[in-house]
């Protein structure tokens, strides 16, 4: 959820040369003597990164007392009349835990104490709160309903008693926390006073926890922990504060192989920030976007005693892993359901709040309705009707811009293997619910489901004198289902299901029409004081969907209205903010207003150059808040990069940009911040380990499932520095605590991000649908997934795979298989139930050997089925071990040839030529009649590095940048760059003025 933003503002001040002896001996470390005019030197003179001063005033309960606020003998107070055993507590971080180990060591408690009579005297300690609290290697529990959460106390008498005159106390930290030997300083909730004399009265004031220590710093070197794309810019920052960190402008890095530390690129450190109030720290650079290798790699820096974590560089496939884990984080999401082994694996689990099958209302407790299944909104068992209706949002949107990354059986999910992108049956879980939630009476939607346990779990509609259906909910879900529908009903076997969304849809806008008043939800979270953003969602998504009039003219009103949205640097959309996804949906319809279109066009191209200017050119991390550290921030991280790329690929503004932007907000969420530290679950050497989550931090597993992602920094007033606010506790849901709304548009990113360097789609052998007695086996080594097939000795035997691809064209089927039986075994490939050939795959050594054969088939755009059966005519007997399906490359030497372009032999080139001579002006490849295409890849040699001209439909649109292999013929490397080409285009490669020269192998478009 988005929060009020409070611009930082910083106070430079400059420390000269003649400081106190004391303070040249505190910074030793520096590497020179700073001069007046030192860039480095932070604001805020010697003391800028000490730990922070814990101010205590937030009084959370106690016994055995009265108190009261009062200002007693000039000091403000609290006065505690204590009539028996007495407690108090006070909140230490808003009834969150508080990570005090950064103030063990060297940190006290200082507070002033006054007694009515004088000789009083009572014990002070802390009270920590720990989920899976681990004692000797086992999991520590205690006897309540809630054996995995644990407290534990600490206390020590105070050194002395108290005197008729305020007397001051300064314990060390260390003192109290000792006398437990299993207290978490890293998890404290509550500092506590208490006492067993009485009556006594007695005063406090002044309390305040403080440490003479830093604030920490993290390993200086902070990379992508997971990897980088080949084709993409690539860099390290390394950041630290000036007086620790040797490492200045011109600093030599080296890029080395993990494998055996050899060097494989080098450079200099460049400046980013001298000083950078997020972090306190200087910020340098090292760019490696010249390394065009794959591999796994680390990097060091000269004076860095440290290297960096290993990271990868690669294509697309490098994320994967994550890709898949982003959106399973949706099925381990799931409420109510039971998840079994075969999907969850450990993190198996019975359905928690079953009763929602039959929950009764608030407003009526007598009436009940069936509102089971969905995703739970987050680390609680609540279900948020507009959290889930945004996640569609994005999830859909994802699907649409890249459908190739979402396939059929990808997750490992109970609907695996049903010939539906598994993406797409996720997000039917949610509409499934949604659908749940509206009331047959009025078409409305009401709120949400609340997350108490039964007899405490309702249908939130208010009270029986105040039922509340909310517009703001209705509309939220009205653009949601309509969204579901454009996509569902192209799909086969959901025609049905999308007019079921549709109608959904129309009947929850007629209860907006009937309702032109804002109608608010019942109190609890997500709340707002508005509907119209969604009103307007609704409205453009619904004239997409169906070309109503109505929807049309709703969207005219009111356009001039979201102007504002066209400014902001920082944002993008979330919930209760979908409307820039309306303006979207609305351009995507069939006849959008000339002059709304005219005027969202110039709007986006002004935040374009907007949000282009600020992430690139204003923040120092990468992340798309800059400076702003809010609660669900990475959220935002995420959905700026998707907010833009969605709508740059609609108006063919698609370019470098856009992916630089996603690849700089991945990077920050991977590694590259100011903690050194992959904010997502099972991704990264340093990663996140847990979130808050009511059902994993109760599970006994140390982690929870891959590819959770907490909201992340926020700036609670308890850091030194903003950027660095985060923390790890399972008891802080302020920075730990994930979100539907966070995942949907990470999906999103790194899908694009996937897309971006054209991956090739691998589906295992176990992901196909098998028949006439194929089956999986795993006893032959080397295979890949969790087994292959075989069972091909068996006549009819086949195995059928589902791809989904972004545009129809021919694509290379590549399968991995295995024989030992015949030379060569022949097997039937089938595509979309048609035979095309019968392929060939020769002998090989022993059936623990493994081979790749390759076909060229022609795919339809979306979902295809590709099976190879043992047929008619076939030997069959083989072990298929998977295929990978890509964009078949369209060879140089098939382009037409402009000016002195001329085709040469090479063996190593794709098809046994390529094409040369295009180093001078005028000569060209062109290719007549391509595919619609928003990438494409160009297969090259040069001893050059440089540009080429790129013409569509002989306009020039592009300047393509790539990096010499140092030869012109023998080996090839390629670059990957966006594009706008409609189908049927004419695609021109020329040399312009100014252009390097290249020798041409093949491209490939997708």
Known sequence: MRTEKKPLRIIKQIISLCMSVSLVLMLCALPATAADEDPYLPPGGADWNKLKDLVINDYGYGHGNETTDETYLGKAAKKFANTESWGASYILNGWQTLDMSPYYENGTLEFDAVGAVSGETFSVGFLDVVTERMVGGEFY????????????????????????????YSIPLKSIMNVNSIFDESSVQLLRFKGDNFPATLWLSNIVIKSPDNAASYAPIKVNQVGYILGGEKYALVSGYYNELTAMPGTPFQVR????????????????????????????????????????????VDGVSEPSVSFQIGDGSIYS????????????????????????????????????????????PSVTKDVSGGWWDAGDLGKYVTVGATAISDLLWAYESFPGQFQDHSLNIP???????????????????????????TGGFYAFVNREHSPDRYIEDGTANNRLIPTFHTGAAVGALAHAYIVMKDVPGLEAYADTLKAAALRGWEYLEQHPEFIPQPDGPYNSSSDANDRFYAAATLYRATGGQVYNDYVVAHYLEYSSIFEDEAFSHNIGSLHRMGFYHYMMGNQPNAAVKTWFTDKFVQWRDILINANRNKTVWGNATQDDFYWGANSNNAGVPVGLAIGSRLLGLFNEDDLKIAADNLNYLLGINPLQLSYITGHGERRVAKTIHEIYNGDFNLEMPSGYMPGGPNNN????????????????????????????????????????????????????ELSGGVKVNTNHPGYTGSGFLD??????????????VPAAGNYKVTARYGNAAFNPASVSLIVNGTKIKQTSLPLLANWDTWSNQTETVTLNAGVNTIAYQY?????????????????????????????????????SA???????????????????????????????????????????????????????????????????????IPAGATLKLQHDAGDSGWNVDSIILQ
């Open 791 to 804: 069972g091909f000795w068996n006549f009819g035997g086949k195995a059928t795979f589902t791809v989904n």
């Open 321 to 364: 892993t994550l890709l898949k884990d982003v959106q399973k984080f949706f099925y381990f999401q799931r409420a109510n359901e039971d998840l079994l082994a075969e999907h969850a694996g450990i993190f198996a689990r019975t359905g928690d709040r079953k009763e929602d099958q039959n929950l009764p209302f608030s407003s009526n």
């Open 871 to 907: 047929d008619n005519g076939d030997t069959g007997i083989i072990n298929l071990d998977h295929i990978r399906v890509s964009p078949a490359p369209i060879e140089a030497e098939t382009a037409t040839r402009l000016g002195f372009a001329s085709v040469y032999n090479d063996s």
């Open 141 to 168: 529990k205690d006897n309540d309903e809630h054996p995995h959460q644990t407290s534990e106390e600490t206390y020590i008498s105070i050194p002395e008693s108290l005197t008729t005159g305020w007397k001051h």
């Open 415 to 441: 609907e695996s293997g049903n010939g539906i992108p598994d993406l797409l049956d996720e997000v039917m879980v949610e509409t499934d619910f949604i659908l749940k939630m509206q009331d047959e009476a």
């Open 717 to 768: 007033g308890r850091y030194t520095f903003s950027g660095k606010a985060y923390n790890s506790s399972s008891i802080d849901w302020e920075t730990n605590e994930q979100a539907l709304n966070y995942n949907s548009p990470l999906t999103f990113l790194v899908a694009m991000l996937s897309h971006s360097n054209g991956t090739a789609i691998q589906l295992e052998a176990e992901q196909a």
């Open 257 to 300: 192989k993990a494998s055996d530390r050899s060097i494989a690129y080098s450079g200099e450190l460049s400046l980013v920030s001298a000083y950078d109030a997020p972090s306190g720290e200087k910020v340098l650079k090292a760019d490696f976007s010249g390394l065009t290798a794959s591999g796994e790699y680390m990097l060091t």
């Open 910 to 980: 794709s098809g046994g030529q390529a094409v040369e001579y295009l180093h001078v002006n005028g000569n060209a490849i062109q290719f007549n009649n391509v595919p619609a295409a928003t990438s494409l890849t160009v297969k090259y040699a040069s001893i050059n590095s440089g540009t080429y001209s790129m013409y569509v439909n002989v306009v020039k649109t592009k300047t393509i940048n790539f990096t010499g292999n140092g030869r012109w013929n023998g080996a090839y490397t390629s670059v990957t760059v966006p594009v706008n």
